[in-house]
């Protein structure tokens, strides 16, 4: 329910609780009142027809006049009846107008007839009292009836109808009621304006802001006037609202700076990857440098064919394509780039990798064994950071390695059930697993090693960087990296990268991009 709904609807309870007890004890006062008017002017009457009745029944029983006395006062304005009992408490005489019905249709008999005269004779005092008859009241009063000698010889009951008081309850409730409904409706109309401008408005502007800010936008702020509850709500609301955009312009702040530190790092660990692979590619620059040198000093030694030079330009160029393309390679991984997310083929990544590796392999006489699943789903990623990672890898596998090592590497498409830590669901993931064969790590190690700056190797050889800034990525990449090893057997690292279901279907479907 609404706030103002719920506001009527209390308040109208209210009201209408106190107008109906403020109603029924006027009601009741005025009844006191008019009880109080009827019975001094009844008090009288009866008197003046108590000293009939002592005459007409209490001293000559003359009965025909008593019904004929009793008939003319009967009928008469306000008087309902009267009904004359003799000693023994029998009625004797009922007068005409609670008898004849027909005549008399409006009037009830019933409660004059009830009335018990038996105080009376007990006593030998009058008594009166009302009585409810339906849809009017009607007043008695009964007195003794007295001979000369002053004995009770009867008495008889005299009713009298209550109109006015009827009619002033009825005209007094219809008032109240009149009084009532003008109040609830002048106050539902109050409450409404009260509660619309007071409180529905201020809340209503309230919730929008808090709903633009829940957007984002911070540096909304809402309008307070007045001194209400509500103002000071908005008040505590914009100070909530500058506390959280100085917090989120410092985590903002904060989370720029860890940004550009990562990058510094990343690019860090890529330096030193180059430092490695460089003295293996100016091995490999070498060869075609022997060969240019070789034909070109053919060419220079004596005069040729056009078709002979043409051929030995021909090697000449083809060579220094070779180098060229050795020379971009390196300068393309060296280089400091934006992170940039696409969609990426692992297996040709893993291809790329090994080729730029592939005179340090050579170099250590180390056997790589690929085992990539056709088909492979291309997934989301930035192939210049994975690439970094997986030169990583490559580089510390073969670090310790001799002649005779094997390095074993593995892409497959998994359904893992259980989810990563902080997914929501499980596969379909790109598992890639790396093992080598070489010296393993230590268990004292192994929990330590994607810890930043951590390395057993000696000053100049290692940095420590390469497997955290290759957890940073992997982790940048929603997916995650595990390590396993054996000192003396293996060491396995295992990523897994999250693929999305629809690349997995357009992969197997045979929709090649
Ligand atoms: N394939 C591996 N075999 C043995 N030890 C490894 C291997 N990969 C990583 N490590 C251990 O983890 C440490 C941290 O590796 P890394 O972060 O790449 O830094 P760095 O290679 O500069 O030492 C290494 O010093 C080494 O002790
Ligand atoms: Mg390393």
Redesign the pocket.
Known sequence: MKLGTKLIVYLLGVVIIVMTIHGYLSIQQDRDNIVREIRTGMRGFTRAIQAALNNIYGDDKNLKATQDFIDRVGSRGNIHGLVVYDALGKPVAVSVSLQETKEFPDLDPTPILQIDPGPVFEGGEGMEGYADSPGQLVYYRAEPIFNSDNNLVGAFVLGRRGWGLSRTIEARRNRIILTTSTLVFLLCLFILIIVRRNISRPIQKLIERIREIGKGHWEQRIEVSGRDEVSFLALEFNRMCERLQEIYSQLAREQEEKLRLERDLRHS?KL?SVGQLAAGLAHEIGTPLNIIFGRAENLLRRPRSAEEMNENLRVIRSQIDRIAGIVRQLLEFSRRKEPTFRSVDISFLLVGVKSLLQHKIQEKGVEVETAVSAHLPRIQADPDLLQQVFI??Y???L???NTGGAIKIGAEVTQDRDPLPGKAEGGPWLKIS?E?N?????PE??G??????????DIG??????????YGIIKEHGGEIR?E?EPGRF?R?VIHLPVSPSQTDSERRGVET
């Open positions: 660990d030193a990583n890898l580089i510390n596998s670090f310790g390695m790396f080598d070489g010296p393993g790590i230590s190690h192994i330590h090693v994607f810890d930043p700056f951590f390395t057993t190797k050889e290692g940095t420590g960087l390469g497997l955290s800034v290759s390590v090893s060491t690292f």
